[in-house]
Nanobody
Framework: VQLQASGGGLVQAGGSLTLSCAAS????????VGWFRQAPGKEREGVSC???????YYKGSVKGRFTISRDDAKNAVYLQMNNLEPEDTALYYC???????????????????WGQGTLVTVSS
């Protein structure tokens, strides 16, 4: 099982980035997928999660700015990030857990498979 996160980069405040999480070795239809981030000196936190049924969670500070979506045909999940703020600077990870037909809590403890991080840096 592999999750490949990509799309990070350096952007000015107010800019946009789209992160992609491509999966291999599993079929995402039956998985909940989450985006997590970890800033220097801080704990990893759940940013947004989407269940196999399409139920979505957003961390409060990203609501209205970030959009998570999934393309099961491409076995991928995306995180569109608009109006980025310096506080969004972090290493972003995608993760997955087998959860057919159920909603999961968007916390790292509940996820089994992790991709490598992709760095997002937002300059002020």
């Amino acid at each position: 099982v592999q999750l490949q996160a990509s799309g990070g980069g350096l952007v000015q405040a107010g800019g946009s980035l789209t992160l992609s999480c491509a999966a291999s070795g599993l079929t995402l239809d039956y998985y909940a997928v989450g985006w997590f981030r970890q800033a220097p000196g801080k704990e990893r936190e759940g940013v947004s999660c989407i269940s196999g049924r399409g139920s979505i969670y957003y961390k409060g500070s990203v609501k209205g700015r970030f959009t998570i979506s999934r393309d099961d045909a491409k076995n991928a999940v995306y995180l569109q990030m608009n109006n980025l703020e310096p506080e969004d600077t972090a290493l972003y990870y995608c993760a997955a857990v087998s959860a057919p037909g159920r909603v999961v809590v968007c916390k790292q403890d509940g996820f089994d498979y992790w991709g490598q991080g992709t760095l997002v840096t937002v300059s002020s």
